[in-house]
Each structure stands twice: as structure tokens, then as C-alpha cells.
């Protein structure tokens, strides 16, 4: 409470200390498309500005006088103008995009240039943008947000096979995925060969590891904050991609008649389909009734109401299709829609609201004769985000607002399929209310040192109707230490819970806080430590997302996990902005982080918490970056040192044990070359060394079965990782459309290891048995794979 | 079911497995006791012995046989009575004067090396077969063409049941490693209690040709030997797949463990099972 009181007063004192002085504020937008701009830097003057915020909007008070206002963001041309204010000013700012930096990568990692950190605290920030994720080489032919971040330092991939991302030794469910403020659940198509996220649909995105403000919550390790693009204001367009697994389309355009030109409001609507199950014939009879297929839509339109009104509607719908003859079938996929409403109080307040639905489900069909059943589970959401901005002055901002979330979960539903011998039958739903009010400060103690600090309260109250079980011991499960073994408790009543009613209450109290020290115009310090709270587990037995993941709420016998990050980074520039270098090192701690027992079996499992234990985990690591900015040749350099490891209790004899996603070094390299106005070439590497994997103990025999028998958990590695990837983009002629973009992933064919498992031979000369002979076997997804994409704007 | 990962290699385009049995060395552990073995009754084919099987562990990539332990001491205790199984060859030992019967819960103990090994298990009764017959099959994704054998069988309502299913082709039973073992060898009727499924395959891997001789049995387990099992089908079937579930794989835990010292564990599992039983000549 004490530290409430101090916010309060020294909320007081700012407001106090606001004199004679004026206020500049509007919008930045594109240039040719209207669209606005996220994060430009507004400089006014030495060490003077300010950062426009995601809808494009500034405001920065001053006292009277001339200002040279220099506008500036990376694959812009940077632009200056002269102003002199004697009273409150609405501007607003177009930007052109800077032809010559267009085939540059740009990349902004809260880098030490004075443009882009004069007034952001921010670190362990990334943010990209699509254009520059569309010139990195691609698998498959279709670029991908998701592999993209995975270059960066302190982000590393599930697997080949996963569009899954760890940050610094966050588990996948550890990350707030959001598209236009909607969380995504499940991020995966195809298994997770490709993400939901559409790039031609997409404007940017920016990637918090660490300092997360406390405008964010409900994750432990990272927020990937995913925008959609607004369509063009000024005139209709689209773009069309052709690519070897999947196509999509783009429009785009104005809406009604608005001033100079320009609609009212704007839309864009993308559609994106795969086709792989079309050359499912080509495979013979075997395929006929294989079918595996993703599409996806995105919407995104916006109106302006008034001067300082405007209304944003967007929308998300994805599909996948799985189905293999007559054994399985199954269909996933996400939903979303959002209703933004925006309004300038006045010139220094900024309201923005946010009202979300956002849904995942999956269905999983046994076909197997006897027994087909159909088994549906989702998990479905309603969000409210009112957001209030107070611009007070140069030195300070304050953001405010709720976060409130209410939870339907669905576990399962069970229905016979074709009359087969299968009861109908249908888990508990569960339902629960997350909310979260949060205060965040920008301010700028003097010239050379900026704060950014808040809280986050948040409560998650797990609410009826339901029905919730009484264990023996008031536990489902009891650890028996002599036999190192979890033995589950006997069922001996139910407490029921009405509708709407407390079943029970977490709180959770999160401090944010970041500092930047500007040791010089090309040298700065940072700072920061966050909590973070986390209500909801996904219960995953595998490695990698799946489609089948169970996300449980917290309740009686899961408690919320949470976890502590303290960073501090070290940023420099040089040759005026043309490379810059970061370095950042962290300390996290996480605990109550969920982990299945040996033996778990959590499909179709009702009582999720008889197969889950709880435990802490520890991760700790060096960032290392350089980048090139300018120039024919722009991309970076990355390098981290990481170690992340899990401590449960009757996992691996009660020792730490490296999580499933530790990795010591990894390296990244990415360079992109404008060869001429045609012809752009771009390339990555990546290093890995081994992630962990059990290796058997020992064998023997069961029930006519060579079985293994094994002891440490992640005892084992697999070989290092590495790959180079090739790309080469033909762009059109003036006043041609068409480009083409050649890709070769896995330059040199490296069978990279995706898991060693060992198994026993099950097959001679064709023939099915069990052959008592053992063998430990690599799988690897990806060997060479060239892909080309042929893209056409209109 | 093998065939899953072909098709993965065909839609993946260059997914490929690669044996590295040469390039893995193990560490692996001192030897473990494992039993495998329990108590059947058979009203259909009575069995005139009851047998356990004692070995040790070996490495997993050796390729030795099981290593038999022939000089332990097997009690089996009905809950009235003190059986001793005695080592006949190989690791297998033997009783013939016990009487398996139905909701009796057998408690083995046994003796090895100066420790004292202790489990039990309870013998469940199974229901019977409503029809047992031989279905052709055109060749699919999974399997070649062929003949199953197929059943039908009603689940007695209201009792939690658990069954296992075994195959024997020409008097010798067949079991493969696979990942559909573990949807298709054990069942819970979780979602069918009470009612009757019809065409039921109780090994999609065991494939028949004309004349062959087909034994069925489905077996009344008891729930723990039931998960026993599914982490047994789940473990051997496994192939590598992470998004079709590759768990860090875990020591499946026995019902028989070590009164002396509880970290040296044993292996395998001591059951009790009631065994339906059907056996049918393929014919057209």
C-alpha cells in the first residue's frame, strides 16, 4: 500500500511542477498508404522527444519557442521541420518510406542510438518489422514470424518441426502471444511447421525477453506483441504470393470519403491456404483419404469517427486439417475478433479500449472400428483492456489500466460417431476470472538517466459452476519419498460450487522496472527486474506444442506460477549508428512451474491434477549482438550462453535437471546483400549445441516387448545443431509487379537431429515382428530444401 | 501404423530417420531384477502350471538375451495360503498347486541376493466374447491386405473394467512394437461402459492368411497393471515425433518393489488376470 501512496504523491508533484507550456500533438502515418506509425522518435530538441504510440499518436508539451522536430524509424527517410509553438498544436506527420533502405534488415534491439533510446527505457525489446522478415531466407517458401525472432539472441526454437519458441528458458506456453491484442493459444500450423501469422497481413511486432512493462500479464517469460496492417487509406492495392506449400492473397483499400484524399477509414482482408493435400493423389491409393491442410483469414478495418475518435475492428480465423484413413482425424484451429475504440480525451490524454473474444479449439476423431468416437475440448475468452495515457510533459508519462479476462474451458466432450458402441459423456467445464489493474511511469530524471517503473495487481478468482474433488490426504497425489514415487489419493467426497460463485482466489502483486543510463550519445546502461504471474498451464507431455496441449487453470491443486527477472545490458554504437553492439545478462527464477510425472497420461484425462507435480526452475544467461545498420550489407550477430534447469519433486531423484529447452550456446548470423536495384541476396546460419534427451539405462523384456529402462532426466544431448539457409530476391523493373524469391534452406544438407529415440526392430525383410534386436535412430525434418515464391502487387 | 511416418517423410518432404546405433555409447547402469509373469485363470484352456519369468537387465544396445536369475526364492500368497514357485530353467519358475480364482488379490514375494522384494495384484473377473470371427482386408496406409481376426463383446455396466488383448497366430504369440499398441492392446471402457462394440480388432498388426489357427484372449486386468501397460505400449511404440508426443521418457514404474533397498528397484510387473478365451481356423 505504501508504495501506492508514493505513485499517488509524486503523481501530484509532477502535476504541480507543469507550467507555462504548450502541447504538440497528432499522428505519424506512411506516407503512401496512411497507415500509422508505431515507435517513430520525435526529437525536439537536445536530448527532447518522445515515441508515437501503437496507434501512431504523440503528444509532447513544451514551453514556447521554435523547435527543428526530427522525425525518424528505421525504412523511413528521416524528416525534419521547423515549428514554433505559442499554443496547444495538433500536427500530424507523414513519413516516406526510404527506397534505399528498404533491402536493408532492420532490426531495433533497444540499441544505444540516440534516435531510437533518447526517450525508451526499454530493454531486452525487439521489434520487426514484416518487410525486413520477408527478405530473410525461408524454409518452404513462406516466411515466418516465428522462425525470424528465433535469430535473435536469447530465442531459441522448440525444434525444426515447431513453430514453438523458448525465451530465455521459458517454456513455449511461457509467452503472451498476441495478435491485435487477442491471445493466440495455439500459434501452429501443419504440427507447427508454419505459424497463424501471415506476414502479408502483418505490419510488425515487437518481442519483450525481459523488463516487461506491467501494461502486460498473465505470461512468465516474453510478450510477442503481433499487429496486424491497417490497409491502405489512399487507394486500393493488393498483393498475391504464389508459393510451393501454400498461397495467399491481400487487398486493401479506403473506406468512404474522408479529407485530402483519403477514406474515412481503411481495410484489409488476407486469406492464405495450403495445398499439399492436392498432391495427396499423386502418392497412390495409399493417400486417398489422408488430408492435411491449413488456411487462414485475416481482417483487420478501421473508421474515423471524428478528429478524435476512431473505431478498429479485427479478426482472426485458422484451420487445420489432419485426418489419416480410418484410425484418426483431427481439426484445430484459432479464432479471434477485436473492437478497438480510440479517443483523444485531449490533447494529452489518451484513451484506448479494447474488447476481445478469442477461442481455440480442436476436435480429435478415433476412427478406429468399435469405438469411433468424436472429442472436442476448447478454451474460450472474453478480455476487456481499457488503457488511459496521460502525456503530462516532456519528462513524464503515465499509463493506466485494466486487463480483465473471463475463462471458459471446455476439457472435453466425447461424442459416438456412426451409431458406434461409445457413451456420450462431457468433463466439468471450468470457468475463472482473471483481472489486472496497472500503473506504468515514463519518466526522465535528468538528461542522461530515464525510469520506467509500475505495478500489476492481479487476481485470478477460479469460479463455479463445478464440482471440485476431495483427496484422502487433501491432495490428489502424495510423493512417496521411500519409493520415490507419486502414488494418487483416494477420491473421498466433492464440494459443489453454484454458478459464479469463489471456488478460489490468487493475487498476485508484480513490480516492474527498468532504468537507462546514457553514459554518452554512443554509450547507455540498462537495467531492469520484473514478476510475473501466471494462472494458466498447458499440461503438454511433449516437447513441442501440439495441437492436443491442455490448458488448466489454476485451482486447488495447481498453484499460479511466477517468476523473477532481473537483466542488465551494456549498449554502444558506433560510426554514427552505422553498427551497434549490446550485451545482456539475466538471472531468472520460476516458480510452481508445472511439469508432468513419470508416466503421466494426460489425453482424456479428467482430474488433470493427478498427473502434474509443481516444482522451481532457474535460468540464467549472456546476450551478445552486433549489428549493421547501413550499407550495401546490413544484418547481425548474435551469440548466447544459456543454462536452464528444473527442480521437481520425484523427477530425477529430486535434483535439478536441465529443462527440455536448455541449450548452452547458440550463435546466429544474418546478412542481407543489395547486389542493385534488382537483385537483393540474403543468408543465415545458425549454431546450436545440443539439447538435452534421456538415454536408456538398460532393457529388458515385458510381455514379449524389449522395453528400456532409464534413470536421469535430460541426462543425455543430442549432437549441435547448425544450418546455413540461402535466399535471392528478383524485384521487378519499374513499373513491373511480380518478384521472385528463391530460397535453398539447409544449404549443405546437414542432418540435423530433431530427437534420438531408441526403439526395438520391428521389421524384417517387410514383414512385422518383434525381432529382440535394439537400435538407436536420428529423425531429422529438414535436409536441402529450395523453395521459390513468386509475389505480385496490384 | 508405421507407415505414420512415411507419410510425415512424404509431406515433409526430406524427413528422414538415420541409424546411429554405432555412433551412441550408454552409460548404463548396474543390473536389475525383472519379473515378468503373474497369475492367469483360463476357464476355457485351464492352465495346469503358473509361471514367472526372474532375469536382470542388460544394456539397451547389447545384444545379448535377458540375463535369467535362477536362484531366487518365489512365494505366492493367496491371502490363505503360501505358494512356492520353484526354478525350473532359464529364469522360469513354477507352480501348479495354486488355484487362480476371482476377486483374490495375490501378493508375490521374493528373495534374491540377500533382499526381499515385495508386490501385488488382484484378479478381476473378464467378460466373454459375444462373436469371434475372420474378416478380410484390402490394403491400407497401415497395413497390408489380409486377414483379421475380429470380435465382438459386451461391457458389463457399471464397473470400471480394463482389458488387454492378445494374439496368437499358429499357436504362437504375436506382438509388434508399435505406436497404435497403445490405442489398441489395452482398453478402458471409460467411454463405453455398459455397452456393446462390434468389430473390434484386438491387434491391427497381426495379420492372418487362410488356415491359419487364431487364439484370441481378452484379458480382465486390474486398473494399475492397465496404466502399467499403456506406458509399456506408449514407451516401445514410440517414434520419435515430437508433435505426436515424445515425452523424456521415464523408468515405467513396477507393482513390485524392493523392502530392503528401495532404490534398487526392480523391473516388469506381477499381474493377476482373468483370461476369456477364442480360438478359430481362417477359413473363407
Redesign the interface.
Known sequence: MKIFVNIVLGFFLITLQAQEKYTLSGYVKDAASGESLWAVTIITGSNQGTVTNDYGFYSITLPEGTYNVQLSLMGYKTSAQEIYIDKDTKLDFELEEDIAQLSEVTITSSGAKRTASVKSTEMSVIQLSSKTIKKLPVV?GEPDILRSIQLLPGVSS??D??SGFNVRGGSADQNLVLLDDATIYNASHL???FSVFNTDAVKDLKLYKGGIPSIYGGRLSSVLDVKQKEGNIKKFGGTLGLGLIASKAMIEGPIGKGSNDEGKGSFMLAGRRSY?DLFAPL?GD??Q??K?SFYDINLKTNYTINENNRLFLSGYFGRDVFE????LGTVWGNASGTLRWTSELNDKLFLQTSAIFSNYDYNLD?L????E?RWNSNILNYNLKPRLTWYINDKNTIRTGLDVTYYNFQPGE?KPLEG????P?KFREKFALESAAYVDFEQRISDKLSLQYGIRLSNFNRIGKDVILQYETGNPLTYNA????YEENDVVGETEFGSGKSIENFYGFEPRFSARYLINDQNSLKLSYNRNYQYLHLIS????A?PLDVWAPSGPFLKPQYSDQIALGYFRSFADGAYDFNIETYYKSLQDVTD?I????LL?TENIETQVAQGDGRAYGLELQVNKNKGKLTGWLSYTLARTERNVLGINNNEYYPA?NDQLHELNLVGIYKLNDRWDFGANFVFGSGK????????????????????N????RLPAYHRLDVSATLNPKKGKRGSWIFSIANLYNR?NA???????I??VNDM???T??????????????PSITYQFRF | MKKLVLICSLIFIYSCETDVTSDITLAGSAPRLVINGGIERNTTTPLTEQRIRLTTTTGFLDDTDPLPVTNATIIVNDGNQDFEFLHTENGIYTNSGITASLNTSYTITIQWQGETYQGSDTLNEVTNFDNVYAVFEEETLFTDEGYFVKFDSTDPADIANFYYYRVFRNGEFVIVPDPGNSRTLVESDEFFDGLQRIEVNPNEEVIFELGDAAIIQQLGISEAYYEYLLELFVQTGNQGLSFVGNPPPASIRSNVFNLDTPSNRVLGYFYAADVEEESLIISE
Open positions: 518452404l522448440v525444434n518441426a515447431s504440427f507447427g511447421f499439399i502418392g495409399d493417400f483419404d489422408t492435411l489419416l484413413g480410418s484410425l478415433n478406429r472400428s468399435g469405438t468416437f466425447i458406434s458402441s461409445v457413451n459423456e521411500v519409493q520415490d514415487i507431455n511433449t516437447t513441442s501440439t508432468f513419470d508416466g503421466a497420461d482424456f527440455n538435452p534427451v534421456t538415454y536408456p539405462t538398460g532393457q529388458y523384456e515385458q510381455n514379449g516387448l524389449v522395453v528400456a529402462d532409464y534413470q532426466r535430460n541426462g543425455d542432418q530433431a530427437s534420438i529415440f531408441f526403439r526395438e520391428s521389421e512385422d515382428v518383434a529382440g534386436e535394439t537400435q538407436a535412430t536420428k529423425l531429422s525434418y529438414f535436409g536441402i530444401v
